[in-house]
């Protein structure tokens, strides 16, 4: 026997159905205890995440719904719950907790405003009452006052036109030789003009209050209420010795607004000057447009006994005079400028007086650039 020589051979025959079986069964064991254990732990899972996280949250759920539906008295037990969700359900009953302090609170803001407003609303139904109560009473005022009105309207100022109308025939046709008659009968008519003048600017006051003053809103030529103004007040400027001039610039030009309400607002102003100004002194009326915003003012300048500052205002409410004693010596009836501050509003014109006491007062009516003409 030499190295590398062959001396005989085994043969080894080893089944591989056998072999193949055996590794088989052995896979298929392996993979059903996979299976078997992999389903066991699935179910162990699903049963602690259902009964510490699911339940739990499902219970949370149904308590959110019944919040909805009103129900704030809310509590859940956080027994069998996971840490996490134990912590979410305290949270969840603390804040049922406040939502339900709010909500009673707020419930009780509700109840007392709502008393408050029942309250108020009667207070309010009694107010009405008084109101409707007053209202009739009003309505009967106004139906008074306007019978008044066309009383004192047909029952004075007819025989006060006539007292005066025959007073100037009787103290014209007076003989030269009977001047204390003439005297009188001067006296009567006077005094009764005067009493005309009252009576008019009462009326006037009335019907500023019952809202039926008429207003015409028509072209006007201040030049000719000038001429109208002079014309009425020259007499009573000659008879307290005050010079009455006037003066309106060429520029000056047509402006809409009442006629015979600007010539009496004029007049008004032009008398009280002519009244508080004493013997000598002078009264000027002009009529110019202001270059800055293209007005046309009216301006009644006197330099008599002025006005105090304190008064300046308070001149043109009703009846207020400044020397209001009976001893005062000048005729009035305090309604003359509270008559000018009406008419000067219906017409859109607007009123302002500068004065100092003894040294003259300058009253200047207004009238806006767009009430000129064209
Ligand atoms: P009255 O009929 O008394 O004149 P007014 O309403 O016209 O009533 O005027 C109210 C008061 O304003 C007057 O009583 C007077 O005291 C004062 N007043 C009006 N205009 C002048 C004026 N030009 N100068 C001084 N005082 C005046």
Known sequence: WTLDSVGGAISIVIPLDQ????????????????????????????????????????RMKLAFA??????????????NAAKEVSRLIERFNST???????????????????????????????????????????????????DLLSMVNHELRTPLTSIITFAQISREACPPDRESERHSWEEIEKNSQILLAM????LDIARSDAGSIRTACEPMDLGDIVCAVKGTMTPLAQKYSVAFCTQVSSDVPLVNGDFEKTQRMLENLASNAIKFTPDGGTVELSINVDESDGSVRMRMADDGIGIAPEDQERIFERFFQVDSTSTRKYNGSGLGLALVREYAAVQGFSVSVESELGRGSIFVISIPSGLIVG
């Open 66 to 79: 019944e919040m909805g539906e009103g129900q704030l008295v809310v509590s859940l037990d956080d027994t």
């Open 199 to 202: 009576i008019n600017d009462m």
């Open 96 to 146: 049922a907790a406040e939502l339900h302090t709010i909500y009673g609170h707020l419930e009780e803001q509700v109840e007392s405003r709502t008393d408050d407003l029942r309250k108020a609303n009667t207070a309010l139904e009694r107010q009405r009452d008084t109101l409707e109560h007053l209202n009739t009473e009003l309505a009967k005022e106004t139906q008074f006052k306007s």
């Open 19 to 58: 072999q193949q079986q055996a590794v088989r069964d052995n896979v298929v064991r392996d993979v059903v205890y996979f299976l078997l254990i992999t389903l066991l732990i699935g179910a162990v899972v699903y049963a602690v995440t259902t009964i510490f996280v699911f339940r739990p949250l499902n």
